[in-house]
């Protein structure tokens, strides 16, 4: 059972780019929620979103930064315009659809480093 | 919204030691409590969890205790060991988004031989 999987793991943009971000979730899983990570710091959750559905964006910035899971694919963070600020590691984590746990499986992570 | 204190940011502690690391939070419907564990440049992952209508959970040299009356909970490593050095993030959560964590800022612990 494969787990959460992320892609790229690094990814380095210059100022003004588009970043991509993709995450795809733990089989049978179809919750899927976005943090980040700033270099020596906790994780700050970003979104949570189900298949087709953003269920709580509350902590993305309300610029410039987007993301969807759409019915077939993984699930796919988007930063347009990146800056340097927007450099850090951004983690995906699913979880079961019944919740009943509450437990979150992470990927890999996705390192931007933005120039 | 949800705010999580972690103590201390670091410990240093030798091998065999026990290591406490505590958090306050302040969200009083929060009834859901993970505890990660971070090695440098990896993924967290979950070492023990709590709900709220526990006191205590152990599992191994691991165990968690929460008071929701004062809105705390700790964790303690017994027997320490140097694979044990890593930073570790406490989280809170709860209402119908269990997965929509608020972390600590993390505790790197050092384990010396």
């Known amino acids: 059972n494969a787990g959460v999987m992320q892609n790229p793991r690094h990814l380095v943009r210059r100022r003004g780019q588009e970043a991509r971000l993709r995450c795809s979730p733990m089989k049978g899983h179809s919750h899927v929620y976005w943090y980040r990570q700033l270099p020596e710091e906790g994780l700050k959750f970003m979104v949570y979103?189900?298949?087709?559905?953003?269920?709580?964006e509350s902590g993305m910035p309300k610029e410039r930064f987007s993301a969807e899971f759409p019915k077939e694919g993984p699930s796919i963070l988007r930063i347009q315009q990146v800056v340097r600020g927007d450099s850090a590691a951004y983690f995906c984590a699913s979880s079961d659809d019944r919740g009943r746990t509450g437990e979150l499986f992470f990927g890999e992570g996705s390192r931007l480093t933005v120039l | 919204g949800e705010n999580v204190e972690q103590h201390p940011s670091t410990l240093s502690v030798q091998e065999g030691d026990s290591a406490v690391i505590k958090c306050t939070y302040s969200?009083?419907?929060?009834?859901?409590f993970p505890w990660y564990k971070q090695e440098l440049g990896k993924r967290p992952q979950l070492i023990i969890d709590?709900?709220?209508?526990?006191g205590e959970k152990k599992d191994q040299r691991i165990a968690v205790t929460l008071n929701k009356t004062a809105k705390h909970f700790s964790l303690h490593i017994t027997e320490t060991q140097p694979e044990d050095s890593a930073v570790y993030f406490c989280?809170?959560?709860?209402?119908?988004?269990?997965?929509?964590?608020?972390f600590g800022q993390g505790t790197i612990l050092t384990v010396h031989p």
């Open positions: 969200d009083s419907a929060s009834n859901y």
């Open positions: 709590i709900r709220s209508n526990v």
């Open positions: 989280a809170a959560s709860g209402g119908t988004s269990y997965g929509k964590l608020t």
């Open positions: 979103l189900q298949k087709e559905n953003i269920i709580d």
